[in-house]
């Protein structure tokens, strides 16, 4: 708790030092409920943060402006859904939302305890044969737990990411992902980075549901939404 705080205080303090922008108070400002959370989560068992977060996220999520947008979203994917139900799915996304970010501080713990792998037999002759190789995966469950547990099976893994735009969140964030095993690289410029991971023995991992404002139009729950080509461009290259 006192790391998660005294990078809180770090950060303020490094960044008033080299000149306040418009948006740091805002940032700053900001920050603070998620560094409440994951500080009282720090003190709570894995279950019971995991509980916390999903009750208190739960609670306000549906006063929060992306409310109308995940309703729009699920009415998209579920048409079939009555009013009663598009409400407990959209209440329950909330709640899983809100127990990924308590779990957050927990998530190497959670890896290594709560985890079991299965790996097909082609799978684990790359990983004992040292050769990299491209993993593709979505926001589901606890995304975040996904880093740690690749980590711990496959070895070094290149991660690509999409940086929050809260400065101070990002960087605590990245704190939680820490793992000696792990690198991390914006999705800004995914495609060289990857290239460059695969070319040194490092596998890559990147989530494919990944939103981009380019991309190829692709059919999704009957609307063409822009879909990233970037790990088919590396997976072919590598």
Same mark, same amino acid.
């Given at each position: 708790?006192? +790391?998660?705080?005294?990078?809180?205080? +770090?950060?303020?303090?490094?960044?008033?030092?080299?000149?306040?922008?418009?948006?740091?108070?805002?940032?700053?400002?900001?920050?603070?409920?998620?560094?409440?959370?994951?500080?009282?989560?720090?003190?709570?068992?894995? /279950?019971?943060?995991?509980?916390?977060?999903? =009750?208190?996220?739960?609670?306000?999520?549906?006063?929060?402006?992306?409310?109308?947008?995940?309703?729009?979203?699920?009415?998209?994917? =579920?048409?079939?859904?009555?009013?009663? #139900?598009?409400?407990?799915?959209?209440?329950?996304?909330?709640?899983?939302?809100?127990?990924?970010?308590?779990?957050?501080?927990?998530?190497?713990?959670?890896?290594?305890?709560?985890?079991?792998?299965?790996?097909?037999?082609?799978? /684990?002759?790359?990983?004992?044969?040292?050769?990299?190789?491209?993993?593709?995966?979505?926001?589901?469950? +606890?995304? #975040?737990?996904?880093?740690?547990?690749?980590? #711990?099976?496959?070895?070094?893994?290149?991660?690509?990411?999409?940086?929050?735009?809260?400065?101070?969140?990002?960087?605590?964030?990245?704190? =939680?992902?820490?793992?000696?095993?792990? #690198?991390?690289?914006?999705?800004?410029?995914?495609?060289?980075?990857?290239?460059?991971?695969?070319?040194?023995?490092?596998?890559?991992?990147?989530?494919?549901?990944?939103?981009?404002?380019?991309?190829?139009?692709?059919?999704?729950? +009957?609307?063409?939404?822009?879909?990233?080509?970037?790990?088919?461009?590396?997976?072919?290259?590598?």
């Amino acid at each position: 708790v006192r +790391n998660c705080w005294c990078t809180y205080y +770090n950060y303020v303090n490094k960044a008033s030092k080299d000149g306040i922008s418009v948006k740091h108070p805002v940032h700053a400002i900001a920050a603070l409920p998620a560094f409440l959370l994951w500080s009282i989560s720090l003190l709570l068992p894995v /279950q019971w943060a995991s509980a916390f977060g999903s =009750f208190i996220v739960g609670l306000i999520g549906p006063f929060h402006r992306k409310h109308t947008r995940i309703v729009r979203n699920l009415r998209s994917a =579920f048409p079939d859904l009555d009013e009663n #139900e598009l409400v407990k799915v959209t209440h329950d996304t909330w709640r899983n939302a809100g127990a990924v970010l308590s779990e957050l501080p927990h998530s190497r713990r959670i890896a290594q305890q709560r985890v079991m792998s299965e790996i097909a037999p082609a799978t /684990q002759k790359l990983i004992d044969d040292g050769t990299p190789f491209l993993v593709l995966s979505a926001h589901l469950a +606890n995304w #975040e737990i996904i880093t740690f547990t690749l980590a #711990e099976t496959i070895g070094p893994t290149t991660f690509v990411y999409t940086p929050d735009r809260n400065p101070y969140i990002a960087r605590l964030v990245q704190r =939680f992902r820490t793992h000696p095993d792990c #690198e991390y690289v914006s999705k800004e410029s995914a495609v060289r980075t990857m290239l460059h991971a695969a070319k040194h023995d490092r596998s890559i991992a990147t989530m494919g549901d990944t939103r981009v404002d380019g991309g190829v139009l692709l059919p999704l729950f +009957n609307l063409d939404a822009p879909t990233t080509t970037v790990p088919i461009r590396v997976a072919q290259r590598i």
